[in-house]
C-alpha cells in the first residue's frame, strides 16, 4: 500500500502495553485519515455511554494522507476522543510538524486507551513505545513541555503533542497542542489530562512511498506557485484577523455576549490596527507555502512581551465579544490560552458569559476573590484587566474559574440550578461548545449547520456561512433551498477535514473554490499519492462518509433531534442595531430547516440514519448498531 | 451623483484610505466602480482588481449597504446617488 503504513498502533495507558493492528486497504479507502479516520477509531474503541473523562473514553490520532509528501498543507492529523464539553464526538485538527513526525515513524493512527496512575509522557520512536515519568514536566506551558522533551531527549527533530496546564486541572475547554498550533474546541486536554498524559512524542526516521512521485511532485509545485499568488494573499498580508471589520460592518461581529452585533471600538482590535501596532512576523505550518499566521506583540504595557500567534476566532471571542477594545489585553489573553493550552474561543465566550451574569446581578464582586484581588473584582464588559485575569482563573480552576472551566453549558446550569436564574439563555453554546464568531440571527443556512452539526457551535465543521455572506441566497430570509446548502457546504468542509488539506488552499487547484474547481485535482493528488484510481464522485463521497460516522457515533450515544439546536438568545432576542438587526431564528423556522435538512441527508424524520444509507456508505457494521 | 466606497482590509492597506466619495455620472455601474479605482489607486490592480482592470479578483467583493454582496452577474448594476459600496474579502477561519 502507498500513502499509508497499513498500521495503527494502541497504547493500554493502564496496563503499559502496546499492540499494532492491521487494517485493510479498503477501510482506508471509506475512511482516509484525519478527522474521518479518528471518528471511526473512535467508534471502533469507545466505551459506548463512558463519562468523557473515564478510561473508557479513548484517544484517537488520525494522521493525514499527505503528511510527509510534497503536497502543501497536508502537514495535518486528526484527533477525536468523546467531548467533554458536548458528550458527543469531538474531532479536532491540527497541522504541522508532528504529523510528518508520525507518519515517518510509520503509523496511520494511534489510539490510547485506559488511564495511567502517574503523569506519564509516551514517547513513539519509530517502532518502539516508551512510557517515560513525566512528573517534571507537571506545570509547564504547552511550548515548555515540547521544548523540555526536546532536551531530555537530546533530539530538536522529536516532535511533540502535549497539554498545559489547563489539561492537567481538566478544564474542560483544555487543548492539545503542537508545533505551536492547537487541536482545538472540544476540551481534548480535559481527556489526556484524565489519562494523566502530558505528552505524546514522536521521532520518525523512515521514508514515505509513494505511487507516483513523478506526478506527485508536478502536482504539488503547480499548487504551491498558485499559492503564492492573490488566491492566498488574503491570508499571508492580514490572516484571518481582517474579518473583524468585515463582521463588524454587516452587524455580525459577536459582542458583549452576542448582545450586540456591532462593537463601537472594531477598529482598535481589527486585523488592519494588528497589522499596523502588534504585528511582528507571519509564520507557516510545515508542508505550508501560504503562512497565514499573524505573530503578535504587546509592545508596552503590563502585559508588554506576550506574543502569540492571532486568529479572527480567538479574537473576536476575548475582545468585542466580551466587549474590550484594547489589543493588548486581547493578545494577552490569547497568549494565556496558548501556553496554558485552553480553547481561545470557549474560553472567550465563557468569559462573556461570567461578565454578563455579573452585569445582570446574579454574580457579584465576592464571587470574584481571587489570590490577586482577594476582596473580588468586578468583570464589567470592556474591563480587559478582568478578562485576563479570569482566563488564567480558568487555566488554574481558581476561584470561580473552577465553575467556568466547564463552559457555558456546565456552568449556567449549575448557577441556576443553586440560585434559581436563568442564565442559561445568555449561555452561547450549541450541544455544549461555545459558538463561533458569525452571529446566526442574520446568517440563517448558517445556523442550520451549526444546529446541526456534529460537533456543537463550529464555524469549522460547517462551511454554511459561505452561501450567506456571499450573498448566494438571502442570508436574513429561509427557504426550501437551506437543507440540501446545509448537507452541501459540511460534507465539502469535511472533504478537506478528512484529507486533511488546509481551507486556504481551496482556491489554488484551479482558481475556483468550488467541488468543479478542486475535486478533479484532489483526485488526481489521491491517486499519485496511494496508486488508487479516485475520480470526482469518490472525493465527493469522503465529505458524506465522514459527517456519516460522526453522526452515527453521536446517535450511539444518545443524540436526539432535540440536540440539534440554538442558543435561546438567537431564537429570541433580535439584534437592535446594525445591518442585521430585528432578525431571530424563530422555533418554527429552526424546526423547518432541520426538516428539509434530514431529508437532504437521506435520514428519517427524527434525523436517524437508515440501514440502507449505511450499506450503501460502506458502513454494515454501523448499521447493524444504529441503522433503523 | 455621489457614492461612498469604504476600504476594508486588503483595499485598505493599498489605498492607505478608510473610505472615499465619488462624484460619478448617473447610470455608474459597479464595474464602473472598479475601473475608476484601477485608475486612481493603480496598485489595486493585480491585488484586489483582476489585471483587466475590470473585475475585482476572488475572494475581494463589494457589498451594497452592509446588506447585500454584489455577485458577478450584477457588476454591470447601475447605483444610485448616496449609495454605499463596501470594498472587502470575505472568508472564514482561524
Not at chain 1, 590 to 599: A, M, S, V
Not at chain 2, 24 to 53: A, H, S
Request: proline share 3%; glycine share 12%.
Amino acid at each position: 500500500m502507498y500513502g499509508y503504513s497499513g498500521k495503527i498502533l494502541h497504547i493500554d495507558l493502564s496496563k503499559r502495553r502496546t499492540r499494532t493492528e492491521s487494517k485493510p486497504e479498503e477501510w482506508y479507502k471509506i475512511y482516509i485519515g484525519g478527522c474521518s479516520m479518528a471518528a471511526r477509531l473512535c467508534w471502533e474503541s469507545i466505551e459506548v455511554g463512558c463519562d468523557p473523562l473515564s478510561p473508557g473514553n479513548p484517544i484517537c490520532v488520525a494522521n493525514g494522507l499527505f503528511a510527509g509528501t510534497p503536497v502543501p498543507v497536508g502537514g495535518k492529523y486528526g484527533l477525536a476522543s468523546k467531548s467533554p464539553l458536548t458528550d458527543f464526538l469531538g474531532d479536532s485538527l491540527s497541522g504541522s510538524w508532528f504529523s510528518i513526525a508520525l507518519k515517518r515513524a510509520g503509523w496511520d493512527g494511534i489510539v490510547i486507551h485506559g488511564a495511567s496512575e502517574d503523569w506519564v509522557h509516551v514517547f513513539v520512536d519509530d517502532d518502539r513505545v516508551e512510557f517515560r515519568d513525566a512528573s517534571h514536566l507537571l506545570g509547564l506551558g504547552t511550548y515548555q513541555t515540547e521544548e523540555a522533551i526536546r532536551e531530555e531527549l537530546g533530539d530538536d527533530q522529536v516532535r511533540s503533542a502535549t497539554i498545559g496546564p489547563a489539561g492537567e486541572n481538566l478544564v474542560r475547554m483544555a487543548n492539545v497542542t503542537n508545533d505551536g498550533r492547537q487541536a482545538g474546541r472540544t476540551g481534548h486536554g480535559a481527556v489526556w489530562g484524565s489519562k494523566k498524559l502530558k505528552a505524546l512524542s514522536v521521532r520518525g526516521t523512515n521514508g514515505v512511498s509513494v505511487a507516483d512521485p513523478e506526478t506527485l511532485l508536478k502536482l504539488s509545485y503547480d499548487i504551491v506557485d498558485a499559492a503564492q499568488g492573490p488566491h492566498t494573499q488574503k491570508y499571508r498580508i492580514l490572516g484571518t484577523v481582517s474579518n473583524v471589520l468585515n463582521m463588524n460592518r454587516i452587524g455580525l461581529l459577536p459582542t458583549r455576549n452576542y448582545q450586540q452585533g456591532v462593537f463601537e471600538h472594531a477598529e482598535l482590535i481589527s486585523g488592519e490596527y494588528m497589522h499596523e501596532h502588534h504585528r511582528v512576523k507571519t509564520i507557516a505550518c510545515a508542508q505550508c507555502p501560504i503562512a497565514c499566521e499573524q505573530m503578535s506583540r504587546v509592545i508596552e504595557g503590563p502585559y508588554a512581551g506576550s506574543m502569540t500567534g492571532i486568529e479572527y476566532e480567538s479574537l473576536y471571542a476575548v475582545s468585542s465579544n466580551c466587549g474590550i477594545g484594547d489589543m493588548n489585553a486581547a493578545i494577552k489573553m490569547i497568549d494565556i490560552c496558548d501556553r496554558g493550552g485552553q480553547d481561545t474561543m470557549s474560553t472567550g465566550v465563557t468569559i462573556s458569559w461570567a461578565m454578563e451574569t455579573f452585569e445582570k446581578g446574579v454574580f457579584t464582586k465576592e464571587d470574584f476573590k481571587c489570590a490577586k484581588y482577594p476582596e473580588g473584582f468586578e468583570p464589567y464588559f470592556g474591563d480587559g484587566e478582568a478578562g485576563v485575569t479570569l482566563a488564567e482563573m480558568i487555566r488554574d480552576r481558581e476561584g470561580i474559574g473552577n465553575l467556568l472551566a466547564q463552559g457555558t453549558k456546565r456552568a449556567s446550569a449549575q448557577v441556576d440550578a443553586e440560585r434559581g436564574t436563568e442564565t442559561w439563555k445568555w449561555a452561547m453554546n450549541i450541544k455544549g461548545l461555545e459558538t463561533p464568531g458569525y452571529d446566526a440571527r442574520a446568517l440563517k443556512t448558517f445556523a442550520l449547520g451549526l444546529a446541526a452539526g456534529t460537533r456543537g457551535g463550529c464555524h469549522n465543521r460547517s462551511a454554511a456561512y459561505d452561501p450567506d455572506i456571499k450573498g448566494e441566497v438571502d442570508r436574513f430570509s429561509v427557504d426550501e433551498t437551506r437543507g440540501e446548502l446545509a448537507k452541501s457546504t459540511e460534507e465539502y468542509a469535511a472533504v478537506y477535514d478528512t484529507l486533511p488539506l488546509c481551507k486556504f488552499i481551496r482556491r489554488c487547484f484551479t482558481g475556483k473554490a468550488d467541488r468543479a474547481g478542486a475535486w478533479p485535482v484532489i483526485a488526481q493528488l489521491i491517486n499519485a499519492t496511494t496508486g488508487w484510481d479516485f475520480d470526482y464522485d469518490a472525493v465527493d463521497l469522503i465529505g458524506e462518509r465522514a459527517h456519516t460516522i460522526k453522526k452515527a457515533l453521536n446517535i450511539r450515544e444518545g443524540w436526539t433531534r432535540a440536540d440539534d439546536h440554538l442558543p435561546y438568545r438567537w431564537q429570541h432576542e433580535p439584534l437592535k442595531e446594525g445591518a442585521s438587526a430585528g432578525h431571530v431564528v424563530t422555533e418554527e423556522e429552526l424546526e423547518y430547516l432541520k426538516n428539509i435538512y434530514y431529508k437532504a441527508k437521506g435520514w428519517t424524520d427524527e434525523g436517524l440514519i437508515p440501514r440502507e444509507k449505511l450499506i450503501a456508505l460502506g458502513m454494515d457494521d454501523v448499521a447493524e448498531e444504529i441503522g433503523v | 451623483m455621489r457614492v461612498h466606497v469604504e476600504f476594508l482590509g486588503l483595499s485598505r492597506l493599498v489605498t492607505e484610505k478608510k473610505e472615499i466619495a465619488l462624484d460619478v455620472e448617473k447610470g455608474t455601474t459597479f464595474r464602473g466602480i472598479v475601473r475608476m479605482l484601477g485608475t486612481t489607486y493603480p496598485e489595486l490592480i493585480g491585488n484586489v482588481i483582476q489585471p483587466d482592470g475590470e473585475t475585482l479578483q476572488a475572494p475581494n467583493v463589494f457589498n451594497l449597504g452592509a446588506r447585500r454582496m454584489i455577485q458577478a452577474g450584477q457588476m454591470d448594476n447601475g447605483l444610485s446617488d448616496g449609495d454605499r459600496i463596501i470594498l472587502m474579502s470575505m472568508s472564514a477561519g482561524g
